[in-house]
Nanobody
């Protein structure tokens, strides 16, 4: 059973930075691509970045140049470094295994004040 535990969110002023972490269990982590999604209040969940099993990253246009996704296979953890945060980045952030169907974790709240 896949289990995901997201952490690292918080309240930050516009222009600030946060680093999110997602600890993964229940799969062979190194064999799987991973993604970060976010859901803003009243909006659909959207994917902001993903990283392949070979550590190739891909970003949504809205975060390109500001966010960096990375992974540590020894720790079964995927990260999202978020710099230059904007109020529109506010939302609950979730991680997901790219090609495996599973329940969402609890997410971590990111709030960016203007």
């Amino acid at each position: 059973q896949v289990r995901l535990v997201e952490s690292g969110g918080g309240l930050v002023q516009a222009g600030g930075s946060l680093r999110l972490s997602c600890a993964v269990s229940g799969i062979i982590f190194s064999n799987n691509g991973m993604a970060w999604y976010r859901q803003a209040p009243g909006k659909q969940r959207e994917r902001v970045a993903y990283i392949t099993s070979g550590s190739n990253p891909n970003y949504a246009d809205s975060v390109k140049g500001r966010f960096t996704i990375s992974r540590d296979n020894a720790k079964n953890t995927v990260y999202l470094q978020m710099n230059g945060l904007k109020p529109e980045d506010t939302g609950v952030y979730y991680c997901k295994v790219l090609t495996v169907s599973h329940d969402w974790g609890q997410g971590t709240q990111v709030t960016v004040s203007s």
